[in-house]
Nanobody
Framework: QGQLVESGGGSVQTGGSVRLSCEAP????????MGWSRQAPGLERVVFAG?????????????YYIDSVKGRFTISQDSTKNTVYLQMNNLKPEDTATYYC??????????????????WGQGTQVTVSS
């Protein structure tokens, strides 16, 4: 497994916002999809959002979200900086977790399964207080 560089995170109050960043792999690496996952203490890691990486798929940067974050979290990309962002708004205490970016090949096939991803960020903590 390789490692991605991610940044951001921190502590906010309920209703606050946090933005995470993750360096995208180079074009030509074969990895065309990035997922965002989170893991709270004692719980399994959950992939909650994903996107095709810009310039690597005919679908363009199509994004996917699970219902619990849809409308609050948004993935965007800056191809000039080779960076993917996760903007998290209206945060809730249940969003408290360590957050990870990860990449895979094969597009959105089984994008919701953590074991499909071979390259991971180091993880960053997001804490939401009530």
């Amino acid at each position: 497994q390789g490692q991605l560089v991610e940044s951001g995170g921190g502590s906010v109050q309920t209703g606050g916002s946090v933005r995470l960043s993750c360096e995208a792999p180079p074009i030509g690496s074969g990895r065309d999809f990035m997922g965002w996952s989170r893991q709270a203490p004692g719980l399994e890691r959950v992939v909650f959002a994903g996107t095709y990486l810009a310039g690597r798929a005919f679908l363009g940067p199509t994004t996917y979200y699970i219902d619990s974050v849809k409308g609050r979290f948004t993935i965007s990309q800056d191809s000039t900086k080779n960076t993917v962002y996760l903007q998290m708004n209206n945060l809730k205490p249940e969003d408290t977790a360590t957050y990870y970016c990860a990449t895979k090949d094969g597009g959105n096939f089984r994008w919701g399964r953590p074991d499909e991803y071979g390259w991971w960020g180091q993880g960053t903590q997001v804490t939401v207080s009530s």
